[in-house]
């Protein structure tokens, strides 16, 4: 369960949830904030409908005056939470069989609070359904696809989180958004930490020239009439959304004289919503192998991550 201010995340309205990303680590947005929330409102009603047990994530986010300070403890916590569960060193399977990790047992089974995900995705694949805040794009898009292929592929954890040897196990989606958003929150880092004065300096030692190419750019003026501006936030809302499902479409025609757009259409397709829905809960034929090849594994049990 992701936790806000030492309160669950569920209580928060949406005034609060605001209030809370103009706070702390500049990263975590009100969008990234809200996509949490349906995460683990997703896992709940599962977890209450098919009665499964789920992962609670007690992620309090930072909320240091100082926005890198907040983005550094956010890091730091989590990489903790995402940490593969270990056996304790008293255990004699550790040292006797070296299983270390407690749930390192297949790509159904989250490595770090040990939640059957082969059987959550069965009644709910919510990696679908979370999506990164600013490209729209699911996670189950981003780390349970072939980049190449675009076939179903477990996400496969590291024992470090983000580097290190590979495991067997997987993250759960809770887990998985937390990994989403550290992977960004360091990729910020790393570019600030790029434009220190003291690397710059490393790099010229190393015979790296940086040199400043100017680029002239003519800005164009904004068409859109000032009685139309306030509805640009719609606008973008709109757009991101579209990149999530098919039943949403902005339709754009341009005046063939001048090239401006001229009408602008939005079309909601309820028939489109409605089969995406039933689409989510019938997994392609693909996504069932790999469901079926867990269950197998499972079924058979895997001696070498059995606890």
């Not at 593969?84 to 399977?93: D, E, T, V």
Request: aromatic share 8%; net charge positive.
């Amino acid at each position: 369960m992701m936790m806000f201010n030492r309160q669950p995340q569920q209580n928060l309205n949406e005034a609060q949830i605001a209030s809370l990303a103009m706070q702390g680590n500049e990263q975590l947005t009100q969008a990234a904030l809200q996509e949490m929330l349906m995460a683990q409102q997703g896992m709940q009603e599962v977890a209450a409908a098919k009665n499964i047990e789920v992962p609670k994530v007690n992620f309090y986010p930072s909320r240091h005056a100082d926005p890198r300070k907040a983005r550094k403890k956010d890091i730091k916590q989590a990489y903790k939470l995402l940490q593969p569960a270990k056996r304790s060193i008293l255990n004699p399977m550790r040292w006797l069989f070296g299983r270390k990790y407690r749930y390192n047992k297949d790509t159904g089974t989250c490595v770090v609070d040990g939640a059957n995900v082969a059987e959550l995705m069965k009644h709910d694949n919510l990696y679908m359904r979370i999506c990164d805040e600013e490209t729209g794009r699911s996670l189950w898009e981003m780390y349970w696809q072939n980049p190449v292929t675009g076939q179903p592929e477990a996400f496969i954890a590291l024992d470090k989180v983000t580097s290190g040897k590979k495991m067997r196990g997987t993250y759960c989606p809770e887990h998985l958004h937390l990994y989403h958003l550290l992977c960004k929150w360091e990729a910020e880092e790393d570019k600030q930490n790029e434009m220190n004065p003291s690397r710059l300096r490393d790099k010229v030692k190393r015979g790296v020239s940086i040199v400043t190419v100017p680029v002239s750019s003519v800005k164009k003026k904004d068409p859109t009439p000032a009685m139309l501006q306030k509805y640009e936030p719609f606008f973008a809302e709109l757009e991101r959304d579209a990149g999530k499902t098919k039943g949403i479409n902005v339709l754009h025609y341009a005046n063939p004289a001048t090239g401006q757009n001229d009408v602008t259409m939005v079309v909601f397709d309820l028939r489109i919503f409605q089969m995406e829905l039933q689409q989510m809960k019938m997994p392609t034929q693909e996504f069932q192998a790999l469901l079926n090849q867990e269950q197998q594994n499972l079924d058979g049990g895997v001696v070498a991550g059995e606890a």
